[in-house]
């Protein structure tokens, strides 16, 4: 019956299939907002005439082409974090397994995109690009006006969101799965030692944005 239950949780998918199902979802939410929105604002409409287009363009076929990259490597390091916060609590979970924890993670992070899009196209229907920019929904971000808030805090008050936490509920999941040892361990490991890594990577980000 455990064997069973192991095979039926999302976090015993093979990551290769997960991997590519992430890539393709993601492009294809990137390639919407895009599309139906950023590109239909007054603001990217004026750039595209001027010199200035030819680069939004290549930026956004960077983004396109660098999604596996950047996942790759977001979930190498974030996993090597839970997986050193589960060796110095003492819980055998592999590398490869935490890995696979982040990756099943970022799945959350699709929601507020899908919420963006929605929100501009049946709410915010003329939004300016520099709006768009700075929405997030349900974060700090949303609480602050952007015209008047210094550009390196921008990120850090858009990664404060309820989606966050979320996110820290399903790598909890993640680990007990793994470890077998029960949710309080496995929060123990993610509010004492991945949040306060993720809340110095923000302190660390407002220090040295130039």
């Not at 929100?119 to 229907?125: N, S, V």
């Not at 990664?159 to 007990?176: C, D, H, M, R, S």
């Not at 029960?182 to 509010?191: E, F, H, N, S």
């Amino acid at each position: 019956m455990e064997t069973t239950s192991e095979s039926k949780s999302i976090f015993a998918a093979p990551k290769r299939q997960t991997l590519v199902l992430l890539c393709l979802t993601t492009l294809t939410v990137l390639f919407i907002k895009k599309t139906m929105i950023e590109n239909e604002t007054a603001a990217f409409e004026f750039l595209a005439d001027q010199a200035q287009g030819s680069i939004l363009y290549i930026r956004s076929a960077f983004q396109y082409l660098s999604i596996p990259l950047i996942y790759m490597w977001k979930f190498t390091v974030l996993g090597f974090v839970i997986w050193v916060g589960c060796f110095l609590f003492g819980y055998r979970v592999t590398f490869s397994q935490c890995w696979g924890i982040v990756l099943v993670g970022e799945f959350v992070f699709l929601i507020p995109e899908l919420i963006k899009i929605g929100w501009f196209l049946g709410f915010k229907t003329d939004p300016n690009f520099y709006e768009i920019q700075a929405f997030y929904p349900f974060s700090l971000m949303s609480l602050v006006d952007y015209q008047e808030l210094p550009t390196r805090y921008a990120y850090p008050l858009k990664a404060l969101n309820i989606f966050e936490p979320l996110y820290w509920y399903v790598v909890a999941l993640g680990i007990q799965h793994f470890a077998k040892k029960g949710m309080k361990p496995a929060w123990t490991i993610v509010l004492g030692f991945y949040v306060p890594i993720f809340v110095l990577w923000l302190l660390f980000y407002i220090i040295v944005y130039n």
